[in-house]
């Protein structure tokens, strides 16, 4: 009869006696006086597994020889033992798998790398720890058999992880192999040719650094002085000492100097929980601003003009004064001209007359020439003579029409009364001698250069003169249609109408950095560099910015690049631009944790600590003088 047939029939089972192979285990106060030497408490296995991360191994006999045993039958007993300890653990599994979950979470926001990959095996290392801490593990090799095959019946269900089978099955003896590396054999290989030797860059990083050195400001000079030239990372030095070389210096972090997608998504996400950063980005953007005001300072050290549109006036009113003087040359050539003749010499109005009828028939452009304009020629057409006086007011009529037609965007009206004004220009005479010759020609001269610059059909043609000349600028409009809108070729001619004029100049500059930056700033009065860049690469790409700006122009570059670096997001970049599901996973996940007992007590210090150690250190790395600088920073 077998052992479960005479316990029911009320006989006990015989129990054969295993002799005693272990020493009975003396108390831990054996040889002390409680009084004098009480107990030292030591954190127990689940406190030094949140604090450490490693749970203290039981120490084990190495290499001991054992009996060699038969291996027998379990009794009823210890299968009851068995089976209530896999009972036991998996209640215990059971308690342990939401709580297991929502301590990861606390792990992942308390890495200081949450929305990395390294953030999320920090989360899913803290939640298997703590599940392995307050899950029950068999000590019985008959509660681990039953552990085992419960185990099994999990995975060949198909049906989805519980927690609890598996984390127990993980929690026992059994460990993974370590993986066997395949062994790999290291051949030679030679250098490629173009390539420097080690000892040739070595010098030439060198000689960068100490330019470097020699140049930069006094703190950041002390952290080069330590850096090995072959550790050096010239890319970074070069974004570093350029963006603090500006007049107010932009300080990079590690992964702005280093252009690194990881990194700068790190800093980033990171601004949220360390104000170090977001304190950081704020001052970067600050100076930003301040080196452009400074350079509008600097370029238009003349002009005190509140705004764009106020500098657009300032360049506006020296076109006037221009046409003004060009009109009155024009005005006093002619007069010279009727003095000499003491009015016997005249115009020949029936030539003029004539010969504009017959430009207009040519190209078709008289029905569109104004009807008061058309009138008065047809009187000259038919005989009527034309004094000096007479003349200018045509000229004067002429030019008032056509400002009218500027303004109605009549482009045929434009046309037609250009033509006109091209055959007046020509001033036929009559009795015209040799010594009025010479007036004539100098009157004639000064009026065509004049004319030629509002005359679309000459190559002298200037768009900005022709405009103001015709009353179609806007002062609201005029540095943007003049300067960032321009042609190319229309702005090489602006500019040679203001060579003379200095302080003419300073007005379109100052204009142009009003009008940028105001594009170039939110709603909130941010920065924002990606605008100001595209402004500023426009206008070099298009041959402006240097002819505009002179030697400013490589200042403003240096802002450009440097506002690149602040703002970058090189590709395999992951940031949180809004930052709103960052607030509110920190918030969510402390108020979780504080409400969960178990997890509040385990997890508050674990953040403590992660927050402390972690993310101190690595704000600190990503912040300090000539972060980048050395390719050991980036792990290189």
Do not use: C, W
């Not at 192979?21 to 030094?48: F, H, I, R, T, Y």
């Not at 221009?322 to 115009?347: F, M, P, R």
């Not at 002179?550 to 602040?566: F, M, N, P, S, Y």
């Amino acid at each position: 009869m077998d052992e479960l047939g005479e316990l029911i029939l009320g006989e006990r089972p015989k129990v054969e006696r295993q002799p005693n192979l272990v020493a009975p285990k003396k108390s831990p106060m054996s040889g002390l006086n409680p009084q004098l030497q009480p107990k030292v408490e030591q954190p127990d296995e689940l406190g030094q597994l949140i604090l450490t991360g490693n749970a203290e191994q039981p120490k084990q006999e190495i290499n001991q020889p054992r009996p060699v045993q038969q291996q027998k039958e379990p009794g009823l007993i210890e299968k009851a033992i068995g089976l209530g300890e896999a009972g036991l653990g998996t209640l215990s599994g059971m308690v342990a798998a939401p709580v297991s979950a929502l301590a990861g979470i606390g792990g992942t926001l308390t890495s200081g790398k949450y929305g990395t990959q390294q953030g999320i095996q920090a989360g899913q290392k803290t939640a298997q720890n703590v599940q392995e801490a307050l899950t029950y593990q068999p000590t019985t090799p008959q509660g681990q058999a039953y552990i085992q095959q419960l185990q099994s019946a999990f995975e060949a269900s198909k049906l989805p992880p519980v927690g609890v089978p598996e984390v127990m099955g993980m929690g026992m003896a059994q460990r993974p192999k370590p993986v066997e590396m395949p062994k790999v054999r290291i051949e030679p290989v030679a250098p490629k040719g173009g390539l420097q030797p080690a000892g040739a860059a070595a010098t030439t990083n060198k000689s960068v650094l100490q330019q470097a050195i020699q140049q930069a400001a006094p703190d950041l000079a002390q952290e080069l002085k330590t850096i090995n030239p072959k550790d050096l990372n010239q890319k970074a030095l070069t974004n570093i000492t350029e963006a603090e070389s500006l007049k107010y210096p932009v300080r990079l972090t590690l992964g702005q100097a280093a252009e690194d997608a990881n990194l700068i998504s790190t800093e980033r996400n990171a601004r949220a929980t360390q104000t170090q950063y977001l304190q950081r980005f704020n001052e970067q953007n600050k100076a930003l601003q301040e080196n452009v005001n400074y350079v509008k300072e600097t370029t238009a050290p003349d002009v005190f003009a509140p705004n764009y549109v106020a500098n657009a006036e300032g360049a506006m009113e020296f076109v006037g004064n221009k046409i003004k003087e060009n009109e009155s040359a024009t005005k006093n050539a002619y007069e010279a001209l009727d003095q000499y003749g003491a009015g016997k010499i005249k115009v020949d109005s029936e030539t003029f007359a004539n010969n504009a009828i017959k430009a207009l028939t040519e190209k078709e452009d008289i029905d569109f020439l104004p009807s008061i304009i058309k009138s008065k020629i047809d009187t000259y057409v038919n005989g009527k003579e034309m004094n000096f006086a007479q003349y200018e007011n045509l000229r004067t009529q002429i030019a008032r029409e056509t400002r009218k037609a500027q303004r109605a965007d009549d482009g045929n009206a434009v046309h037609a009364l250009t033509l006109v004004r091209g055959e007046l220009e020509k001033l036929p005479l009559i009795g015209e001698t040799v010594e009025a010759k010479a007036l004539a020609d100098k009157a004639r001269s000064v009026a065509k250069a004049e004319f030629d610059l509002v005359n679309k059909d000459s190559p002298t043609y200037n768009k900005i003169y022709a405009d103001i000349v015709n009353g179609k600028a806007d002062t609201k409009d005029f540095i943007q249609s003049a300067v960032l809108r321009s042609k190319n070729a229309d702005f090489v001619k602006m500019m040679d109408l203001f060579k003379n004029d200095p302080e003419a100049v300073q007005h379109l500059r100052a204009g142009a950095l009003d009008i940028i930056m105001k594009d170039a700033m939110d709603a909130s009065g941010n920065f924002k560099p990606a605008r100001f860049n595209k402004a500023i690469e426009n206008l070099d790409v298009n041959g402006k910015l240097m002819p505009l700006f002179g030697e400013d122009a490589l200042t403003l570059k240096k802002i450009a690049r440097a506002g690149q670096l602040v703002e970058a997001r090189p590709a395999g970049a992951f940031v949180n631009e809004s930052n709103t599901a960052l607030q509110l996973m920190k918030q969510y996940g402390s108020k979780v944790a504080g409400q969960v007992p178990i997890v509040g007590r385990f997890v508050e210090p674990a953040q403590q600590l992660l927050q402390e150690r972690a993310a101190k250190k690595e704000v600190k790395q990503s912040l300090k003088p000539g972060a980048g600088a050395k390719l050991s920073d980036i792990g290189k």
